[in-house]
């Protein structure tokens, strides 16, 4: 075990250091480089202590677990680099691109769309409005039932009732809200009226409230997040400013602490334990979780964990692959989720993490080369920040709800959507104006 150990740790160093050398990652903007970053956080400096250990919260690490566990990790970084790599490669992509890109201005051709935008924001309100109704989870159940764990958690699962409903409000709450949020904000700041200014702030806190109506503890801060992002482009900063990002994480550290105490009725420190292990413990001994169960508990799945697939056979006995697991270690209620790559060993083994992997490196690394040579439009700047904190799903949910229900391909196509509407909008706003006027031509968003 300390040669892979070794192995492992030198391996990931040389990682980091051809990924800062391709991606700037640990300095710049960059959507695979901030995935990277995310998993390794989440799980590759965890690799050694796991390989040294003979248990984790319970579970016995044999020998074929640590050499599994290091094998899939293994290809897992070295083939998204390597996809990371070979789009770069293939658009002849340079990092000099990035900081033109800080340079340039925003454009905002969003007027003829104001009715379209407006109709999704009151259509935001009104589904907030229903599913907390429905549903009355909040923040101020933390308060109000502090340290009553098991009543809390099963607000929770309450709040995941209606498979259809909360699908289509998942999708809305990470995906659509906070991108029309940040357009409204991006709006905001390019006219400066106070209608407009009014309205991104009942945008905001439709999001929030969307967010945080579900308890679940921390899907509000990557959007707080995102909006840092966005504000950050918006001014034409595409370095990451350090001593701003220590005092949010600072803050975040301070503010989940304070929710896990609130949930599990015990002080800040506790609570703040409580987040460490969330972040460290809990990830990897569910991954830990996954390796052991496919394929030696129920083989592999060859895409039957792929949630949407399910929904469309009507599948009705479908569970996904971390409430799956849950059940296997005798957990009625809770979900065990892992990594993107869990997805792929569940399903295809070796191949679907080294093609999956590959794959993905390729996609994300396409999308920064794609918003970089674009006009950087409002709506572009909200899908970049958007994209730069939505990686942060990667670490810790399956690969096909990172696509979907958290927005890595749900959200370039929303935006995609909003172009082509907003230039059909903008031709008919040019073919109603009178003959005798003289029309001029009008820049699209897309």
Request: hydrophobic letters at 55%; aromatic letters at 18%; charged letters at 10%.
């Amino acid at each position: 075990m300390l040669l892979l150990s070794i192995t492992f740790a030198i391996e990931l160093l040389l990682i980091c250091f051809f990924m800062q050398k391709s991606t700037k990652c640990f300095s710049m903007f960059s959507i695979p480089g901030s995935a990277f970053i995310f998993v390794f956080l989440w799980h590759g400096w965890y690799v050694p202590v796991f390989l040294f250990n003979g248990q984790l919260a319970g579970i016995t690490l044999d020998s074929a677990l640590k050499l599994r566990f290091f094998i899939v990790l293994s290809l897992m970084y070295i083939f998204f680099f390597l996809g990371v790599s070979f789009a770069k490669g293939a658009l002849q992509f340079k990092l000099s691109e990035v900081s033109k890109y800080g340079r340039m201005p925003v454009v905002h051709n969003l007027k003829a769309s104001y009715p379209l935008l407006y109709a999704i924001l009151a259509g935001m309100v009104a589904l907030t409005f229903y599913f907390l109704v429905k549903n009355p989870a909040s923040l101020i159940a933390y308060i109000q039932y502090a340290g009553q764990t098991e009543l809390l958690r099963q607000l929770r699962n309450q709040a995941g009732m209606g498979a259809t409903l909360n699908y289509i409000f998942g999708i809305g709450r990470f995906v659509i809200f906070p991108l029309i949020t940040f357009i409204f904000i991006g709006i905001a700041r390019y006219e400066g009226t106070l209608k407009i200014k009014v309205i991104s702030l009942v945008a905001f806190i439709t999001t929030s409230a969307a967010l945080f109506g579900t308890l679940h503890k921390g899907d509000v801060f990557p959007f707080l997040a995102m909006v840092l992002f966005f504000l950050w482009l918006y001014k034409g900063k595409v370095r990451y400013p350090l001593k701003k990002l220590a005092l949010f994480a600072f803050i975040f550290i301070l503010c989940v602490s304070a929710i896990y105490g609130a949930y599990y009725g015990i002080s800040l420190s506790g609570g703040f334990h409580q987040l460490f292990s969330r972040i460290t413990i809990a990830p990897n001994y569910s991954l830990a979780l996954h390796l052991v169960y496919f394929p030696d508990k129920f083989g592999f799945l060859y895409g039957r964990s792929i949630g949407l697939l399910n929904r469309i056979w009507e599948n009705k006995d479908f569970l996904s692959l971390g409430v799956l697991v849950a059940r296997a270690r005798g957990h009625s209620t809770g979900s065990f989720n892992a990594a993107f790559f869990t997805g792929l060993w569940a399903d295809f083994g070796y191949t679907g993490v080294i093609i999956g992997s590959f794959l993905l490196g390729v996609y994300l690394q396409w999308l920064q080369i794609w918003l970089i040579r674009s006009t950087k439009s409002i709506t572009k700047l909200a899908l970049f920040a958007y994209l730069l904190l939505a990686v942060y799903y990667l670490a810790n949910v399956s690969i096909y709800p990172c696509l979907l229900t958290f927005g890595l391909v749900s959200g370039p196509i929303f935006i995609r959507l909003i172009h082509f509407l907003n230039d059909i909008l903008l031709g008919d706003r040019v073919r109603s104006k009178p003959k005798s006027q003289k029309a001029f031509p009008v820049e699209s968003e897309a």
